[in-house]
């Protein structure tokens, strides 16, 4: 069995009150806490290795973070005995509390602390999708938004909360009504005209292109103003919002004016979002999007009789520190399943990739090489023909030894395979070769990720 780096034995916490010293750690720790800023932004607490322990998110950091020093501090049964493992942390400062959710969110999966119970698992923030390329687009809410439904399509997100941007779809829809089904609609349909349209359309909520209902250049307007409007200010509405709710409670209409003020606030958190740029949720947002086709185009290239199903690739990354870490990442049917992801913390050497890829090979593989799991169709690993090689060494101390193993060449993307004297060169467009890009850098963003959302905040790089 593979074992991430950030694990830890579940034997090693002692009660806090037996720790010799804590009290004296604690209140040292509760002085730095004071120094911190009251601004939004995330915290992370170590061990005495330099081992994230837990990872949180705070409104204001100052109060948050010495909250966990003070004598009457209780973290409940599960994170109680964390206190007396902790001996540093440290924070990342962020611009606001939406942010700050989002970095936990993306450390947490990152990183996997011993005492994060949540967002360990794949589910994510949802995005908002609206299909710019159809005759008549449609507005939908995605974790998704690589999926093949969406190419093409306007995404904004992700978004913090998904309640409130289903609650604020609801309520645009009422005043663009736009559609949110999954028909497909082609204008100029004959059959269009015998369709009967959904109940959205009698009560108002949505023009009914299904049915005929209106031209494409109409409804394209009626799209092309909500998406201004959920892409800029709102003032105008909610200032009109605002005033009806204000007039619903002088008039003691106190159920309309709740609900006035509940869309007011689900509108107002459109703003808690952030942007496919800052790469909050990469492993949504940027998978090879045709899995079939790049395993079929794989196997041909590599003339394998067998279809590949399961691929696993391996990279080597540099941190801070002179630490190297090595990486994991696992795909079934062209698709990552996440909770095979492994992070390895280098134990034998420094910034040497060779030994470090042998290291790697040895720890996860182990196992299969007596015979006690299954080697996946596929290894790949991140480098040219000295990182192949160095994995193949590994391999060779094992009894058993895998089907198939390949490593890819960054600029020249050449892949090396295992027997054969010359690297395959394939065209950039290449089904079977954007599948093994697509990997690969999915375990490089794995291994980096963590120290890159580090430094950008510390150097405030970026916003």
Known sequence: MSDPAEKMPENDSAPADSTPGLRERLDSL?????????????????DEAG???????????????????VPSADLGPKKQQMLGLIHAFETIECESEWEALLAEARLIKDIRPRFNARLTDDKTFPYLAITMRDDFPGVYITRSPSD????????????????????????????FKFRTCHLDIEDGDPKLRFFRPCILHPINQCTAPCGAKISKEAYRRDIDRFVRFITSK????????????????????????????????ALEKLDDRGKRSDKW???????????????????????????????????????????????????????????????????????DDYAAIREVVSRRYRDAGVG?????????IDGGLGQLHAALEA?????????????????????????????????????????????????????????????????????
């Open 30 to 46: 509760s002085a730095r806490a004071r120094e911190l800023p009251r601004t939004p932004g995330v915290y992370l607490m170590r």
């Open 51 to 69: 081992r994230v322990l837990y990872v949180g998110k705070a409104s204001r950091l100052r109060d948050r973070v010495g909250s966990y020093f």
């Open 148 to 175: 093949p439904e969406f190419r093409g399509a306007r995404i904004l997100g992700p978004f913090t909360s998904g309640y409130a941007l289903r609650e604020s779809v609801q309520l645009l829809q009422r005043v």
């Open 234 to 265: 709102r003032s105008v509405m909610l200032r009109e919002m605002r005033r009806e709710m204000q007039e619903a409670s002088e008039a003691l209409e106190f159920e309309k004016a709740a609900t006035l003020r509940d869309q007011i606030n």
């Open 281 to 351: 949720q990469p492993e949504t947002e940027s998978f090879y999007t045709d899995p079939q086709k790049g395993l079929a185009s794989l196997q041909r290239t590599l003339g394998v009789d067998e279809p590949i199903r399961c691929m696993e690739a391996i990279d080597i990354a540099h941190l801070g520190g002179g630490e190297t870490v090595g990486s994991k990442v696992c795909f079934v049917d062209g698709r990552p399943l996440r909770n095979e992801y492994r992070r390895y913390k280098i134990r034998t050497v420094d910034n």
């Open 372 to 380: 006690a799991e299954l080697y996946p169709d596929l290894i790949l």
């Open 395 to 463: 391999f060779d101390q094992l009894d058993v030894h895998p089907p198939l193993v390949v490593s890819l060449a960054k600029k020249e993307e050449l892949i090396y395979v295992q027997g054969r004297t010359e690297p395959v060169k394939l065209g950039r467009e290449n089904a079977g070769l954007r599948l093994c890009q697509a990997i690969r850098d999915e375990a490089h963003r794995f291994a980096q990720h963590y120290h890159h959302i580090l430094r950008r905040k510390k150097t405030l790089e970026e916003d």
